[in-house]
């Protein structure tokens, strides 16, 4: 045990089934008496993944969705509620979809879930790949009035794999009154009304997770989440932290107190564009509402007020089904469509070509695209304005240069003005499947918004191994005044991210680093033992980032050293907030700096390492 932290609580036996995704246990972390969080330790390695990890569940078929007069054709896994249906009837589409997606962490189902304005009573159990949404202008249009919530049902607590999966645009108003929210990396809880409480843990481990743009009149309880952004939100309280809580443009948040607690507090946000979302008008018209920039702003968008921004009628979208092609969807681009992609898995033989200024390409379901042949999934052009959000891009067998490259090499034209931003795009190399590429996402063009993303390398599923899902970085940042608000990274092969722009922000960062190098000769960036999980060029003259978090875990060869987990250029220009290294699985690796050589070591003799500032 880390010699300046408490024993660690005893988890329950059941948890142990979850944690094949990771190659430690981590403590309870459940909340004292007092109202304080516990601080938490690592434990004993978990078990060796089993073989049927990710496996659906055996149930039946949730039935094909039915369309009403007047909706759009979203395809069959779109099912569209209406409060005249029949509370019996939404509720027992409801559960099917959870039965068959409860368990599916690598299933092909993909699903929406949408809600007319009305009210509700249901209980609203969200699974893997699954996106529930109100349809309503505002969160209040639409009203769950028994539960909207994720638990550790799957693996007996534990929620360190509940991935993929998010809620949107709607007013829980819980009967117990508090929901639950126990996810870990790739998920979002955006513009959410909560009138309660929210418990971010279901007793069991959890690792981490998104809220922006979202009003919770309660309290917020951490427990057992090793690290979570919460960004221009509003909560009734805080309680609770572990390692690395991080609040951006959120009123009531605690101050910064890092390194204890740990939360770190960025009270204004400096530039963001909040997520389209499907809405449908009074008359039944449909729309994507398509929300405006917000400069050094707090709180929500919405709040008191209709948030800023366009409305794109629906006529004006391609509405891409499962079967559709690459060539069907650059053609629609071509002709000035934006994209609906609907839930399903796209094959794509050729790059999404996005080259118009403006153009909006709208995933629902998790939509899954897959590269074959080595291609790019998406290629968007240096232009103003494009707006990608809700979904996933799976590496195909052949390796990729870049799963998503916005700008070609060399950009440089200035778009601070009408700024590209990237909404809840999740990429994963391997797991469903082999995969490969060398880059998850390349960024060359300039004034780039991301807002949550989890780029991953998996390390457990199909296809995984040194030599068999190879990816050598997540996250490649080439253009200027790139600002990325939840970035999720782990497990790529060399620096988790590489950034070379001027100018760049990151507020809260999440990293482990590669599992499974089979030895430090294999895993070295020149005289450096291992590479960093977050490096800034030499060159590099402005960059600041807030609340980050690199732990090891290199259970091939526990004797193998990263000599740093952030390395960056040491000038006044270049500057970093709120950071944290950590030795899982009870000293499963070493890292011997923090940044550059300051900090550390994070190793089996004291397996947390804090920087509060650098330089």
């Known amino acids: 045990m880390p010699r300046e932290l408490p024993e660690a609580l005893t988890p329950h036996a059941s948890d142990h089934s979850s944690l094949r995704r990771r190659g430690f246990l981590l403590a309870s972390g459940a909340l004292a008496a007092s109202g304080a969080a516990a601080m938490t330790a690592p434990a004993a390695a978990a078990a060796p993944a089993d073989a049927d990890s990710g496996r ?282 934006h994209l609906l992609i609907t839930p399903g898995v796209y094959h794509l033989a050729q790059p999404l070509r996005i080259t118009r200024a403006g153009t909006v390409v709208l995933g629902l379901g998790l939509a899954t695209l897959v590269p074959d042949g080595g291609v790019t999934a998406l290629d968007v052009a240096d232009v103003d304005g494009v707006k990608i959000a809700g979904l996933l891009v799976d590496a195909g067998e052949q390796e990729s240069g870049a799963l998503v490259r916005v700008g070609p090499e060399g950009a440089r034209r200035g778009h601070a003005q009408d700024p590209t931003s990237l909404h809840d795009v999740f990429v994963r190399v391997g797991g469903a499947g082999v995969g490969k590429a060398r880059n998850s996402i390349v960024v060359n063009s300039d004034d780039v918004i991301i807002d949550n993303t989890w780029l991953w390398r998996a390390d457990h599923g199909t296809g995984v191994g040194w030599t068999k899902n190879t990816s050598d970085t997540g996250l490649v940042v080439a253009g200027d005044d790139v600002t990325v608000y939840g970035l999720f990274v782990e497990h790529h092969q060399k620096a988790q991210v590489a950034w070379s722009g001027e100018r760049g922000r990151t507020y809260f960062f999440q990293n482990e680093m590669p599992y499974d190098p089979p030895d430090q000769a294999a895993w070295r960036e020149g005289a450096h033992r291992g590479h960093p999980a977050y490096e800034v060029a030499a060159g590099v003259r402005e960059h600041e980032a807030w609340g980050l978090g690199s732990y090891c875990n290199l259970t091939a060869d526990p004797t193998i050293v990263a000599d740093r987990a952030f390395a960056a250029p040491r000038r006044a220009g270049v500057r970093f907030h709120s950071m944290i290294t950590f030795s899982l699985g009870g000293g499963q690796g070493t890292i011997a700096h923090v940044i550059n050589t300051t900090g550390g070591p994070s190793d089996a003799e004291v397996a947390l390492a804090k920087v509060a500032r650098y330089p």
Request: net charge negative; aromatic share 10%.
């Open 56 to 337: 659906a569940a055996a149930a039946t078929a949730p039935p094909p969705a039915r369309r009403a007069a007047g909706d759009p054709d979203l395809g069959p896994n779109v099912h569209v509620f209406d409060p005249s249906m029949d509370p019996d009837t939404v509720q027992s589409t409801l559960d099917a979809v959870y039965a068959q997606q409860k368990q599916a962490e690598f299933g092909t189902g993909r699903y929406a879930l949408l809600f007319k304005p009305g009210s509700y009573d249901v209980d609203v159990n969200i699974g893997y790949y699954t996106h529930v949404a109100g349809l309503g202008a505002q969160p209040a249009d639409v009203t769950i009035s028994d539960s909207l919530h994720v638990d550790g049902d799957a693996h007996g607590k534990g929620t360190l794999t509940n991935f993929w999966r998010g809620a949107e645009n709607l007013h829980p108003v819980p009967r117990s009154g508090t929901d639950r929210w126990a996810v870990s990396q790739a998920t979002f809880y955006r513009r959410i009304y909560l009138t309660g409480d929210l418990q971010l843990d279901d007793g069991g481990y959890s690792s981490g997770g998104f809220i922006a743009d979202s009003l919770i009149t309660g309290q917020v309880a951490s427990g057992t989440q090793q690290q979570w952004i919460t960004r221009n939100s509003v909560v009734g309280n805080w309680l609770g932290f572990n390692w690395n809580i991080v609040f951006v443009g959120t009123d009531n948040a605690p101050a910064t107190s890092f390194p204890s607690p740990p939360f770190t507090n960025v009270a204004r946000t400096p530039v963001v564009r909040e997520k389209p979302f499907l809405h449908v008008d009074k008359a039944g018209a449909w729309h994507v509402f398509v929300p405006a920039v917000r400069r050094d702003s707090h709180n929500t968008s919405w709040e008191g007020r209709r948030a800023a921004g366009e409305d794109v009628p629906i006529g004006d979208f391609h509405i891409a089904k499962p079967g559709a092609s690459a060539a069907e969807l650059n053609s629609a681009l071509a002709q000035g469509k």
